[in-house]
């Protein structure tokens, strides 16, 4: 059984900064490509960064240059540091680990960014 626990979100001031991390337990995790989502009231979840097992990284252009995705393959740990954070990426925030064509989603941590 597939469990991934996230943490780390809260409220911050805008220009603050946030660290989410989410453990991953019952997958390989070494093998799997990882993500980090989000979503508001009203709107599709979206990608925010994602990381190939090789480690290949993509983000939204709205986080490139603020948000790192980073992985620790020997805690089985996907963690997304976000900097110079605004009001705009006030959402819930979800991790995400995929593997042979499954996908693993965590139960959702609230990022709430004062102006």
């Known amino acids: 059984q597939v469990q991934l626990v996230e943490s780390g979100g809260g409220l911050v001031q805008a220009g603050g900064s946030l660290r989410l991390s989410c453990v991953a337990s019952?997958?390989?995790?070494?093998?799997?490509?990882v993500a980090w989502y989000r979503q508001t009231p009203g709107k599709e979840r979206e990608l925010v960064a994602s990381?190939?097992?090789?480690?290949?990284?993509n983000y939204l252009d709205s986080v490139k240059g603020r948000f790192t995705i980073s992985r620790d393959n020997t805690q089985n740990t996907v963690s997304l540091q976000m900097n110079s954070l605004e009001p705009e990426d006030t959402a819930v925030y979800y991790c995400?680990?995929?593997?042979?064509?499954?996908?693993?989603w965590g139960q959702g941590t609230q990022v709430t960014v004062s102006s």
């Open positions: 995400a680990v995929s593997l042979s064509w499954n996908d693993y």
């Open positions: 990381m190939s097992n090789t480690g290949r990284t």
């Open positions: 019952g997958i390989i995790f070494r093998a799997s490509a």
